[in-house]
């Protein structure tokens, strides 16, 4: 290889790790690299060598050299869409072979890529042991894609096809599984309906609109809990109270009777033991009124879908407290010896 090929191919390993930047890289740059040194230390010689050997591929200036925006080392693969007819996708590489790797064996098949971008993980960069490299024609590009000896990477084989392939074949990936994704939702989802329609009380949650603002903290009382804990004392006084004035409203129907506070909206749901409950204590508020702290409360039964989802997340909240008793159990437990 005479030494015009020798800089560019050079130039060619050392741009392909370095990001393109308005005003190129400078020669001088260049000349600290060991491997060019060797070749020249004259920036005159290296800049004649890329006008002549690498104008298609480098943009050449008095003191500085960057890759032309057809090559550019890229980082959003999205710009191979404009070359789509002379890319190529391969996969079969080993994940520590290098550029110089690659070219190498490019270059041994007589089938020498404009451009070779290594694909990697986003994370941690390694290498995927997959590329895109771009020809300089479709024609080019369709003769690497049939020739023979592109099928073997030494022992590995070589998935080749153009690259508007592979990305159609990753679209109907992708999309079989998010297919795949939804239909386990939704059986997921249809599981968990038969579950809320063992547990859920038709009829039996009561809406109670136009609370005064943090009138009572958030959290649930049934007239049944006993909790002498100090700390929550503020919180059981105002539910308490609360459920003094359902009580002397609502008599026999509050028995048993949740509350569910939803103080970010100022509203309360009343969720009653028994189906049909909340019809009965909605005419019942309705006819006589219910007026809390001088605010005129507004009764509503949650019906249909607010009913389910209502009852869902009821069911989510019961198992989640489950399991977190469960596991605190599970650290108080001691090892046998």
Same mark, same amino acid.
């Given at each position: ?16 790790? &370095? ?53 550019? &080392? ?5 710009? #191979?869409?404009? @070359?789509?007819?002379?890319t190529l996708y391969l996969k079969g590489f080993n994940s520590d072979a290098t550029l110089e ?27 995927k042991g997959s590329i895109f490299a771009t020809f300089g024609s479709h024609e080019a590009a369709?003769? #690497? ?60 949650? &009561? ?15 049934? %007239?049944? %809990?006993?909790? %002498?804990? %100090? ?10 109270? #609360? ?15 949740? &509350? ?49 989802? @209502?009852?869902?997340? @009821?069911?989510?909240?019961?198992s989640g407290r489950s399991n977190h008793k469960r596991n605190q159990g599970h650290g108080k ?5």
């Amino acid at each position: 290889m005479d030494l015009q090929k020798k800089i560019v191919k050079q130039f060619e390993v050392f741009l392909s790790k &370095l990001h393109n930047t308005s005003s190129g890289v400078p020669f001088a740059v260049f000349l600290t690299f060991n491997r060019l040194k060797s070749l020249t230390q004259d920036s005159q010689v290296l800049k004649e060598a890329l006008e002549k050997g690498g104008e298609d591929t480098f943009e050449v200036r008095d003191d500085a050299v960057r890759r032309t925006k057809r090559f550019e &080392l890229v980082e959003n693969e999205d710009i #191979f869409d404009k @070359y789509i007819d002379e890319t190529l996708y391969l996969k079969g590489f080993n994940s520590d072979a290098t550029l110089e790797n690659l070219e190498n064996w490019f270059k041994e098949m007589n089938h020498e890529p404009k451009s070779i971008h290594m694909r990697k993980f986003p994370r941690d960069k390694k290498f995927k042991g997959s590329i895109f490299a771009t020809f300089g024609s479709h024609e080019a590009a369709d003769a #690497f894609l049939n020739c023979k000896e592109g099928e073997k990477y030494g022992n590995n084989c070589v998935i080749r096809m153009w690259q508007k392939d592979y990305k159609a074949q990753k679209a109907e990936e992708i999309g079989a599984r998010e297919d795949e994704k939804k239909k386990r939702q939704e059986l997921n989802e249809k599981s968990q309906l038969k579950e809320v329609e063992k547990i859920m009380v038709k009829n039996a949650l &009561l809406e109670l609109s136009n609370m005064p603002e943090k009138a009572i903290k958030a959290g649930g009382k049934r %007239d049944h %809990d006993n909790d %002498d804990d %100090d700390a929550k004392e503020p919180k059981q006084t105002q539910l308490m109270e #609360f459920k003094t004035v359902i009580s002397e409203k609502l008599g026999e129907m509050a028995k048993g009777l949740w &509350l569910d506070v939803q103080p970010e909206e100022n509203k309360v749901v009343l969720r009653f033991k028994t189906a049909e409950a909340a019809v009965n204590a909605e005419n019942k508020l309705k006819e006589s009124g219910l007026v809390y702290k001088e605010r005129e409360l507004i009764p509503r039964i949650i019906q249909g879908q607010e009913e389910t989802e @209502y009852w869902l997340k @009821y069911m989510k909240a019961k198992s989640g407290r489950s399991n977190h008793k469960r596991n605190q159990g599970h650290g108080k437990r001691h090892r046998r010896t």
